[in-house]
């Protein structure tokens, strides 16, 4: 099945500063590719997702690039504030015409901490 | 608010009780998933509907577990005998025909065995 590896785990930024997050995938059949951001006790929310069409995704500060010869995403966060803390976990999904499997696959979660 | 609603939002529950969560998707989406999240990683996925049809389970999903949706609307999942290591966020996420890989997350229920 789908693996998903994302880092770092960790990352302390100072506000302003830019932010990245690194994930890797196994399954080269993978072709959506979303960012959650989760805040302590809420649900996770989607900022920005990619489809393997498309090499880069740009939404106001966030980007999101996508290499599948690498079989590798990153998500890019500019001009970070401190409302930009939270939990961001990247996934995988493999989603075919006809027969559609939908199934998430998530990485392990980036802690980001963005400091006045 | 018409996003996803999970009841109970928290349960505690003693090892080898039943429990049962529910789950109410965006109106007119028809397909729902089911995930279990423990602190500090990533959602995993559990098992997942279109309409009324349980299309996949996760080996994760024991026999102790069960899901239901009969009416294709809201969905059900039930934990029997549960077991300490049950304790998690479980979560429910929705997604729309046409548009199915974007996935829409419920706040979740936080499941306390003691």
């Known amino acids: ?25 196994s399954d080269s059949a993978s072709n959506y590719f979303p960012w959650y951001k989760q805040e302590l006790g809420k649900r996770p929310q989607l900022i920005i997702d990619i489809r393997s069409n498309v090499g880069e995704k740009k939404d106001q500060r966030i980007a999101v690039t996508l290499n599948k010869t690498a079989k590798h995403f990153s998500l890019h966060i500019t001009e970070t504030q401190p409302e930009d803390s939270a939990v961001y976990f990247c996934a995988a999904s493999r989603n075919a ?20 | ?30 397909r729902l998933y089911w995930y279990r999240q423990t602190l500090g990683q990533g959602p995993e996925f559990l098992t997942y509907f279109q309409n009324e049809a349980q299309l996949e389970k996760s080996r994760l999903l024991s026999d102790r577990f069960s899901a239901e949706r009969p009416k294709g609307s809201f969905s059900t ?12 966020m479980y979560l429910c996420a929705s997604s ?10 419920g706040p979740g229920t936080r499941l306390l065995v003691l």
């Open chain 1, 1 to 25: 099945g789908e693996n998903v590896e994302q880092h770092p785990s960790t990352l302390s930024v100072q506000e302003g500063d830019s932010a990245v997050i690194k994930c890797t995938y």
């Open chain 1, 97 to 116: 015409g006809g027969t559609s499997y939908g199934k998430l696959t998530f990485g392990q979660g980036t802690i980001l901490t963005v400091h006045p």
């Open chain 2, 1 to 30: 608010d018409t996003g996803v609603s999970q009841d109970p939002r928290h349960k505690i529950t003693k090892r080898g009780q039943n429990v049962t969560f529910r789950c109410d998707p965006i109106s007119e989406h028809n």
């Open chain 2, 77 to 88: 999942l039930e934990i029997q005998r549960t077991e300490q290591g049950d304790s998690a």
């Open chain 2, 96 to 105: 729309l025909r046409g548009n199915q890989e974007t996935q829409y997350f």
